[in-house]
């Protein structure tokens, strides 16, 4: 059973700080490019698979219940819950805890999303925990949960807006919370009766202290609150320009020429220099949750030039350069191979065709798989016409930058879909997409 089969969205909130620009309209009524922002979110959850969605609705239910009648896409059963009176966000969900599945998508009613929600959905499947939160690096970090994940993406600290923390806390931490999740039914066991309590506020803050299973979701997909006049002006501005959409969650970056000065089958770590402005585009794909993935060939293993030894003390001093201009790679992929068979220098075990030598998709397909991005997600980013022709072989999109070859070495037929100076020129395009 799919966690879509059901999403709950608690609208209840009265939107005071809104008031001034919307007057009486509920948030989860405020148009969007002429549109409620209900209805946008009906659209894509449908699109996903998406069954019941209940609507736990508070001042203004009645205005709320009209619209989602009008609003509710074909095949999909849309239910308002009117509260009679105040609960909280995990209140509202104990009262009307016989009607919840055993796991359920949970999106507040001021959130303007767009997600893949099936891939959230089997995440969640994966995790197996009682919460699973989507967590994305927000543009108000001041006023927003800003948590703590381990290694296997487990919650393990909680910084609330208010200041207070639980458990194991990064204070530098700028992953919060989005106000979206998958929840298993079992979490109202922490839910007290009879009184109002915050599902974030409180409730995960508490279980997160206590280490029960709660996991996060990285995502840089597209979600935003419209809580204030501000954000939502910018929501409205998003939405027009097509931002909302175009979304990068993975680079695939080349190393010479690219990141690194490219002095011809690099063998000696003495000459490995960081191209200028590379450290900080790197960085800034960091700090925007941007995976970044080093795809490059390495020939200099086949041909004799090194070792593989030799090759990972230079990839640990490029992680150390980068390092200490607070940047980093999230993965490396090399490919050994050299497809000249007719050389006798080197390691003949290493010479002849391979299926990772871009612009074969070995290296691209490992990324993918292993950090769990999908190709439309991703971009291919480099200085030679291998890179554009390994993002069209993966079915990826393609950025050249103006450094090393500058794409003019004509190997090969494919072209870049943007071209950039430099690979910070590439990632500020990029993060703004994604910010």
């Given at each position: 059973?799919?966690?879509?089969?059901?999403?709950?969205?608690?609208?209840?909130?009265?939107?005071?700080?809104?008031?001034?620009?919307?007057?009486?309209?509920?948030?989860?009524?405020?148009?969007?490019?002429?549109?409620?922002?209900?209805?946008?979110?009906?659209?894509?959850?449908?699109?996903?698979?998406?069954?019941?969605?209940?609507?736990?609705?508070?001042?203004?239910?009645?205005?709320?219940?009209?619209?989602?009648?009008?609003?509710?896409?074909?095949?999909?059963?849309?239910?308002?819950?009117?509260?009679?009176?105040?609960?909280?966000?995990?209140?509202?969900?104990?009262?009307?805890?016989?009607?919840?599945?055993?796991?359920?998508?949970?999106?507040?009613?001021?959130?303007?999303?767009?997600?893949?929600?099936?891939?959230?959905?089997?995440?969640?499947?994966?995790?197996?925990?009682?919460?699973?939160?989507?967590?994305?690096?927000?543009?108000?970090?001041?006023?927003?949960?800003?948590?703590?994940?381990?290694?296997?993406?487990?919650?393990?600290?909680?910084?609330?807006?208010?200041?207070?923390?639980?458990?194991?806390?990064?204070?530098?931490?700028?992953l919060t919370n989005s106000a979206v999740a998958v929840f298993h039914k079992d979490i109202l066991r922490r839910?007290?009766?009879?009184?109002?309590?915050?599902?974030?506020?409180?409730?995960?803050?508490?279980?997160?202290?206590?280490?029960?299973?709660?996991?996060?979701?990285?995502?840089?997909?597209?979600?935003?609150?419209?809580?204030?006049?501000?954000?939502?002006?910018?929501?409205?501005?998003?939405?027009?320009?097509?931002?909302?959409?175009?979304?990068?969650?993975?680079?695939?970056?080349?190393?010479?020429?690219?990141?690194?000065?490219?002095?011809?089958?690099?063998?000696?770590?003495?000459?490995?220099?960081?191209?200028?402005?590379?450290?900080?585009?790197?960085?800034?794909?960091?700090?925007?949750?941007?995976?970044?993935?080093?795809?490059?060939?390495?020939?200099?293993?086949?041909?004799?030039?090194?070792?593989?030894?030799?090759?990972?003390?230079?990839?640990?001093?490029?992680?150390?350069?980068?390092?200490?201009?607070?940047?980093?790679?999230?993965?490396?992929?090399?490919?050994?191979?050299?497809?000249?068979?007719?050389?006798?220098?080197?390691?003949?075990?290493?010479?002849?065709?391979?299926?990772?030598?871009?612009?074969?998709?070995?290296?691209?397909?490992?990324?993918?798989?292993?950090?769990?991005?999908?190709?439309?997600?991703?971009?291919?980013?480099?200085?030679?016409?291998?890179?554009?022709?390994?993002?069209?072989?993966?079915?990826?999109?393609?950025?050249?930058?103006?450094?090393?070859?500058?794409?003019?070495?004509?190997?090969?037929?494919?072209?870049?879909?943007?071209?950039?100076?430099?690979?910070?020129?590439?990632?500020?395009?990029?993060?703004?997409?994604?910010?």
């Amino acid at each position: 059973m799919s966690a879509l089969d059901q999403v709950v969205i608690p609208c209840g909130g009265p939107g005071l700080r809104l008031k001034s620009k919307t007057g009486d309209v509920p948030k989860v009524l405020t148009s969007i490019g002429g549109r409620p922002l209900l209805a946008h979110l009906l659209d894509d959850l449908q699109a996903a698979g998406a069954g019941q969605v209940l609507l736990l609705a508070g001042l203004g239910g009645e205005q709320v219940s009209a619209e989602a009648g009008r609003l509710a896409p074909s095949g999909m059963k849309v239910e308002t819950i009117i509260e009679p009176q105040p609960r909280g966000t995990a209140g509202a969900l104990h009262g009307v805890a016989e009607r919840l599945a055993e796991r359920f998508v949970l999106v507040f009613g001021d959130i303007f999303t767009c997600l893949d929600w099936k891939r959230l959905s089997l995440a969640a499947e994966t995790d197996s925990g009682l919460a699973t939160l989507l967590v994305h690096r927000s543009s108000h970090p001041q006023d927003s949960d800003r948590l703590t994940l381990d290694d296997g993406d487990r919650v393990i600290g909680w910084i609330g807006r208010n200041g207070g923390h639980k458990g194991e806390v990064v204070t530098d931490s700028m992953l919060t919370n989005s106000a979206v999740a998958v929840f298993h039914k079992d979490i109202l066991r922490r839910v007290p009766r009879g009184r109002a309590s915050d599902l974030y506020g409180q409730i995960l803050p508490a279980m997160v202290e206590a280490r029960e299973p709660i996991f996060g979701y990285r995502s840089s997909e597209y979600v935003r609150d419209i809580g204030t006049p501000a954000r939502l002006d910018s929501v409205i501005s998003d939405f027009k320009s097509g931002r909302t959409w175009l979304r990068a969650e993975m680079v695939l970056v080349d190393r010479d020429g690219t990141l690194i000065e490219d002095v011809g089958l690099l063998h000696e770590i003495d000459k490995l220099r960081l191209l200028p402005r590379a450290a900080e585009g790197l960085r800034l794909l960091n700090q925007a949750s941007i995976e970044v993935a080093l795809t490059t060939n390495q020939p200099v293993v086949a041909r004799g030039l090194c070792s593989l030894h030799d090759l990972g003390l230079i990839h640990e001093r490029l992680e150390k350069m980068l390092a200490a201009e607070d940047a980093h790679l999230d993965r490396i992929y090399f490919c050994p191979h050299h497809p000249e068979t007719y050389h006798a220098e080197g390691d003949s075990n290493l010479r002849g065709p391979c299926s990772c030598r871009k612009p074969a998709v070995g290296m691209a397909r490992s990324a993918l798989a292993d950090l769990g991005v999908p190709a439309w997600r991703t971009v291919v980013i480099g200085d030679r016409s291998v890179d554009m022709q390994l993002a069209h072989n993966a079915g990826l999109a393609a950025i050249g930058l103006k450094t090393g070859a500058a794409c003019n070495d004509n190997r090969y037929p494919a072209r870049p879909v943007w071209s950039f100076a430099d690979l910070l020129a590439a990632a500020r395009w990029l993060s703004h997409l994604t910010g």
